[in-house]
Structure formats: structure tokens, C-alpha cells
């Protein structure tokens, strides 16, 4: 049965366990801040539920835990961050609070991340911009874990994207999506269940779609969302994050989760769009709930009862956390108790 953990607990919990493992307590609450959010959303995949892999990935070497970014150059409107392999969330935090402060001078600004670590998820970094009236768009490459088309075998990260966008009287719409057909976290619980899947999200060793998880992730690759267009898209992910920044690209990025003793060389990418520069503010977040409204009133298909904008699901599940507690999965709580009893943290139910 799920527990439900209030959100000053589980941020307490995650800030001893990474001060345990010797992080410093301010580098750890930005760490921690950004993986509770993350499970406020039910994003569990990418919440605290991997606080037992980075602090694995910590101790043999992977992620730098006393590292701290840097910006290594800049423009009016640019800027490098080296994450020196640092925790991925200390330097796209620094990267995208610089994106924003230059777009309040310039309108738009780019800032990468070269030397980074896994950032947890993409819409964190997009929510602050939004959060601070402004379009919000965060990237990163990630280790080769997709084949594309034509191909066999792990050739591209299914790289994610995410955006957010301020409204008027709403929260803001938020996407964060990875670029593979379906989150490899669902191929692992199903090829433990031993379930088979839909021959649209695997390929076999021979590059052929299958419905046998069989050998995954050693042998056989995932599929690209929407073939050659979800491709196409992470193509533009690796150059913007990987090229631009001077990062690792496509093999040269290593699997912090895999290979935990190697620096994964990852490359990120935040853009923040001021756009109170273009428009008068009140006129832009009035025109996004129209779009909100319109939407949400289109015509509902057999059987729907309601139609959601991006982000509106995610925001409802936070307002309930914040208020009840957040209801971890079975998997993310035991994870999380183990982890407590090896660092000797007790962990509260609500």
C-alpha cells in the first residue's frame, strides 16, 4: 500500500541523505528541491525514487559531489556553464537563473551546460522561467539509448525537452517529455512483470520492432517517438545541448546510471523568452487562457468527461501533495527506506 510523505519530510530526508553521502547542505536542499517537486508532479520516475542511484553514482566516481559549476564564458545574451560533473540540478539551477537575469536585459538568452550530470527532470528548469513571466525551454542530450531509423542498436539519447509558459489565472502550461516512444522506467517494470509490450517501442538485435523485451537494455534499442519525427527532434536536442556547449555528443555521453564510475559528459541547453519585452505582459497571459479556454472547450470525444491543457495534471497532483502529503508508489517508498537504513535516516510517514 502507497504512504503518503508530507513535503517538508521528504525534503528533509533527501537534504540528510545527500549531506550524508558529502554533499553540502546548500547544494543538497537545491538537489532535493528539485527531486521533491518532481514527485509533487507524480513524475516519480525522475523524483526521489533515484536518490539511491545518484548517491551510487557519487560514490564510484560518476558525479563529482564536492564540484561546483562555473560559468566559462559569455555574451549579452549567452552564456557556458562548466558543470565540472557536478549534480546535474546545481548547474542547470545556476544555468537557467542566469538564462532568465540575461533575458531581462536582452529579451532572449541561451545558457549551456558542458561537463554536466543528470538533471533530474526538464520542467523543473522551464517552471522557473515561466515562474518569473517569461517562456521557459530546457534540454538535454542523454546517453545513447534510442536507435533511429534505419539503424540497429543504441545509437542517440532519447533526449528531453521541456517548456513552460506563464498564464494569466492559471498555473503554467508545462510539457516535459522524453523523446523515445514510451519512458524506459515503463519497458523495466513491464520486462519485470513479464509482460510483453506494443511493437512500437522496442527493437530487437537486429533493429526490427518486437514485442519481447527479452535482453533490453544489453541487446535491441527504443524507438523514437513518432519514427523519424521524434528522431528528428533529438537530433536538434544533441546539437544545442551537446555541440553548442562543447559537451559530450552521442557515444561520448556515458549512462550515469550503467556506468557509474564514468563522468557522463552530458550537455544541457535553457532558453528563457522575456516576453513582457514584446508584448505587454497582461496582454500575452490573457491571450494564453483563451488558447487555454478554447482548448479545453473543444468537443469531447465517446467517454471523455474533461479535456487537460499540458502541465494541468502535474499542477493538480502537486496542490494535492502540498496539502496531503505526496502518495510514493511502493517501489519509491521502499527505495527510499532502504536508503534510510543504510545512512541510519529514519523516513516519516504522514
Known amino acids: 500500500m502507497s504512504k503518503r510523505i508530507s513535503v517538508a519530510e521528504l525534503t528533509r530526508f533527501s537534504v540528510d541523505a545527500l549531506t550524508g553521502a558529502g554533499m553540502t547542505p546548500s547544494d543538497a536542499q537545491t538537489v532535493a528541491d528539485v527531486l521533491v517537486t518532481t514527485d509533487t508532479w507524480g513524475t516519480f520516475s525522475h523524483g526521489t525514487g533515484a536518490l539511491a542511484t545518484y548517491i551510487r553514482t557519487m560514490g564510484s566516481g560518476g558525479i563529482a559531489r564536492c564540484a561546483k559549476p562555473e560559468v566559462v564564458g559569455e555574451g549579452t545574451a549567452w552564456a557556458i556553464v562548466d558543470g565540472h560533473c557536478a549534480m546535474g540540478m546545481l548547474s542547470s539551477s545556476l544555468a ?3 538564462a532568465i537575469q540575461k533575458a531581462q ?21 522551464a517552471t522557473m522561467a515561466a515562474q518569473r513571466d517569461m517562456v ?3 534540454m538535454s542530450n542523454a546517453d545513447p539509448n534510442m536507435v533511429i531509423p534505419g539503424a540497429r542498436g543504441h545509437v542517440i539519447g532519447n533526449n528531453p525537452i521541456s517548456y513552460a509558459v506563464p498564464t494569466g489565472s492559471e498555473h503554467p502550461l508545462m510539457l516535459d517529455i522524453a523523446l523515445s516512444a514510451v519512458a524506459a522506467g515503463k519497458i523495466f517494470a513491464m520486462k519485470e512483470q513479464g509482460q510483453s509490450i ?19 537494455p544489453q541487446t535491441g534499442s527504443m524507438l523514437p517517438m513518432a519514427g523519424h519525427k521524434g528522431y528528428g ?3 536538434l536536442v544533441e546539437v544545442l545541448a551537446g555541440v553548442l556547449t562543447g559537451a559530450g555528443v552521442l557515444s561520448g555521453v556515458k549512462s550515469w546510471v550503467l556506468q557509474p564510475e564514468e563522468r557522463s559528459q552530458l550537455g544541457q541547453a535553457f532558453i528563457a523568452i522575456n516576453v513582457g519585452a514584446i508584448v505587454p505582459l497582461r496582454e500575452f497571459t490573457r491571450r494564453v487562457d483563451h488558447v487555454i479556454q478554447e482548448l479545453r472547450q473543444a468537443p469531447k470525444a465517446k467517454g471523455s468527461d474533461r479535456i487537460y491543457v499540458p502541465g494541468e495534471m502535474e499542477w493538480a497532483k502537486r496542490e ?3 496539502k496531503n502529503g505526496i502518495e510514493l508508489p511502493d517501489p519509491v517508498y521502499a527505495s527510499l527506506e532502504r536508503l534510510g537504513q543504510q545512512l541510519g535516516i529514519e523516513l516519516q510517514a504522514a
Open 96 to 98: 537557467m537563473n542566469l
Open 105 to 125: 536585459e536582452n529579451t532572449i538568452a541561451w545558457v549551456g551546460v558542458r561537463n554536466g550530470s543528470h538533471f533530474g527532470a526538464a520542467g523543473y528548469y
Open 136 to 138: 521557459g525551454i530546457a
Open 198 to 216: 506494443p511493437p512500437s517501442w522496442l527493437t530487437d538485435a537486429d533493429g526490427l520492432p518486437t514485442c519481447e523485451i527479452g535482453e533490453w
Open 233 to 235: 527532434i533529438a537530433v
Open 320 to 322: 494535492d501533495a502540498l
